[in-house]
């Protein structure tokens, strides 16, 4: 079991609203994202889960029992941090049943339950091993090796493939991804990268200011986002969001368009514009054109071959179907 419920949390430091009150369900075996930028209170959250910071008001649910005043060692849960924290003089072995060791649990337990944790992760090549004989992506495996012993009720990754490298982290993505699948247990995940949000998630939770801005699917906040700040953070290029006169047109304070749902030609369009960068990445190529319709370049997505170069004159032209409407509230106007 692994049901995780938030009911009117609160988090101040001193006269500091770091999470005003907000509600969370978070259901057995989900896969939940929780995304916003920096300073947007989403590991605080966390870490409000984990016990490792007080509430000032509210309630933490976890398995219908109340955990909110239970110290940290007593909620169930393992906790991957952005350091792996892992002991230099231990092997990989060690290093794995450390926690259980700590716990007083039976050897043959203990061997039991890190030959599985390394069997999962593909570690047990390197078991005899110490960590600076280790990849970054294999000291990250371990750390998690360390966390799936204690057999715990939910995960809790605090960003932790940020010290990675861009491969590396799409290793990482997938392994852990992978790992979910396979153990079908609660997974709760911290990342301002809304593209691993989008790749990873069962759930999306987008938030700022320490306030919860849309829960949903990666699909639902793709095709339905509810405010601006949603439709700009999630989708990479983020979507273009044109406010003015051109927005007046559908009945709008801002409409929004994403990238990849503009038509482009090089004879005729709605919008005309001067290609100001070209950004050719093999598969696809993005385009930032400046239009009179725009105060910044509206970014396009086109064919990876598509034959154009900066300082070139196109047409744009919205597909009517994908165009998103925005209120002067910047809520969504269905």
């Known amino acids: 079991m692994g049901q995780i419920h938030l009911e009117k949390v609160r988090k101040t430091f001193g006269d500091v609203v770091i999470i005003p009150e907000l509600d969370l369900k978070i259901e057995d075996g989900e896969f939940v994202v929780f995304v916003g ?6 590991s605080t959250l966390l ?3 984990a016990g490792l ?23 169930g849960l393992a906790m991957v941090f952005q350091s792996y924290a892992l002991y230099p003089h231990m092997s990989v072995r060690k290093n794995i049943a450390f926690p259980l060791k700590m716990a007083g649990m039976d050897k043959a337990e203990i061997d039991r339950r890190v030959d599985y944790a390394a069997k999962t992760l593909n570690l047990d090549a390197y078991i005899d091993r110490r960590p600076a004989q280790l990849s970054g992506g294999q000291r990250q495996r371990v750390a998690i090796g360390r966390a799936i012993v204690r057999e715990p009720a939910a995960f809790l990754f605090d960003e932790p493939l940020s010290n990675l490298d861009a491969a590396l982290r799409v290793g990482m993505r997938l392994e852990i991804s992978e790992l979910h699948q396979r153990l079908k247990t609660t997974m709760i ?10 790749t990873m998630a069962d759930k999306i939770v987008v938030l700022r200011a320490g306030k919860i801005e849309q829960v949903g699917t990666p699909l639902e906040l793709y095709t339905n986002p509810q405010n601006t700040f949603v439709a700009g953070f999630i989708g990479s290029p983020r979507m273009n969001l044109l406010s003015g006169a051109e927005a007046e047109k559908y009945g709008a304070a801002t409409i929004g368009i994403r990238p990849e749902h503009l038509r482009l030609s090089t004879t005729e369009g709605d919008w005309t514009g001067t290609v100001k960068v070209s950004e050719h990445l093999g598969s696809d190529t993005f385009l ?16 990876g071959e598509f034959p154009i170069h900066a300082g070139d004159t196109v047409y744009l032209s919205p597909q009517q179907d994908k ?10 106007i269905r």
């Open 288 to 303: 930032h054109v400046e239009t009179p319709v725009h105060d910044e370049p509206i970014t396009v997505r086109a064919d």
């Open 37 to 42: 930028p920096s300073g947007c209170g989403k």
């Open 189 to 198: 995940y911290v990342t301002h990268d809304q593209v691993e949000a989008m």
């Open 323 to 332: 165009l998103h409407r925005f209120n002067a509230e910047g809520l969504s």
């Open 47 to 49: 870490r409000l889960i």
């Open 53 to 75: 910071e007080d509430v000032t008001s509210g309630e933490i649910m976890i398995d219908g029992a109340q955990a909110t005043a239970l110290p940290p060692a007593k909620r």
